[in-house]
C-alpha cells in the first residue's frame, strides 16, 4: 500500500448505529487531518493531529470522536449521527508539522446516514 | 469570517482554448495551495505558492499569486479534455488552518 488509504470506501448507517472510518498514511508523515466535504459546500477541516496529538478541533460535535494511536494511524468514531452527517469524509496527511507542505489526500469514505 | 471565493464556481470550455480561474481570499496568508480533485477521486496537490510574485507552471497550468490583493489565479492554456476536474485553492491563515475554497468545476468539450 501507498499514499494514505482510507477504509471503509462507502458506508450505510443508521442514526443509532457506532461506527468507525480508518486512515493508514505509508508517507513517514507527522501531522494528519480529516476533513468533511459535503455537495456545495467548502472542504472543512474537522481535526488535526501533530505527532499524535491533537492541535486542532474546529467547533465539531461531540459525536464525532477522533484518534490517533501512532503517527500512522488516524480514526474517526462516529456515533448518533444525524442525517445532515453524510459527506465524503477525508484524511489527510503531511510531513512536517506546521511546515509549508501540501497534505496528501486519502480517496474518502462516503458515509450515508439514514 | 474568513472566506476563500473561487471564481467561477463552473467552467465549461471548448478543447484549446485559454481560461483563467480567481481566487480570492478574506485573511492574510503567505501560502496559497491549488489542488485538482477528478470525480469520486481524491485531491492531488498541484501548487504550493509561497510568497508575493509567485508564479508556477506545470503542462498547460500556470498558477501565480499576489498576497497584497489576497488573490490567485490558475491559468489554463490550449485546454484538453484530461483538464476536466475540480479546482480547489487553499489558503492557510494560520498553523493548522487551512481554508478552502467551494471549488470550481472544469469542463473541457472536445
Known amino acids: 500500500e501507498t499514499g494514505v488509504t482510507q477504509t471503509p470506501r462507502h458506508l450505510v448507517m443508521g442514526m443509532t448505529n457506532k461506527k468507525s472510518l480508518k486512515c493508514e498514511q505509508h508517507?513517514?508523515?507527522?501531522?494528519m487531518y480529516w476533513y468533511k466535504q459535503s455537495a456545495k459546500k467548502p472542504l472543512e477541516l474537522m481535526f488535526v493531529y501533530s505527532l499524535e496529538e491533537r492541535v486542532e478541533n474546529n467547533s465539531v460535535p461531540s459525536r464525532f470522536s477522533p484518534e490517533c494511536p501512532n503517527s500512522s494511524h488516524l480514526f474517526l468514531h462516529l456515533h448518533t449521527l444525524q442525517p445532515e452527517d453524510s459527506a465524503l469524509y477525508l484524511c489527510a496527511s503531511s510531513p512536517v508539522p506546521g511546515q509549508v507542505y501540501e497534505q496528501y489526500f486519502g480517496p474518502g469514505t462516503r458515509l450515508t446516514v439514514t | 469570517e474568513l472566506k476563500v471565493e473561487q471564481n467561477p464556481l463552473f467552467l465549461s470550455m471548448q478543447e484549446g482554448k485559454n481560461y483563467t480561474i480567481y481566487c480570492n481570499y478574506s485573511?492574510?496568508?503567505?501560502?496559497l495551495y491549488w489542488y485538482r480533485q477528478d470525480p469520486g477521486k481524491s485531491l492531488e496537490s498541484l501548487f504550493v505558492?509561497?510568497?508575493?510574485?509567485a508564479v508556477k507552471q506545470e503542462g498547460r497550468l500556470m498558477a501565480s499569486l499576489d498576497t497584497k490583493a489576497r488573490l490567485s489565479t490558475l491559468h489554463i492554456t490550449a485546454a484538453v479534455h484530461d483538464l476536466s476536474a475540480t479546482y480547489f485553492c487553499a489558503v492557510e491563515p494560520g498553523t493548522y488552518k487551512y481554508i478552502f475554497g467551494t471549488g470550481t468545476r472544469l469542463k473541457v468539450l472536445a
Open positions: 485573511t492574510t496568508s503567505d501560502r
Open positions: 505558492l509561497l510568497s508575493n510574485g
Open positions: 508517507l513517514g508523515h507527522n501531522a
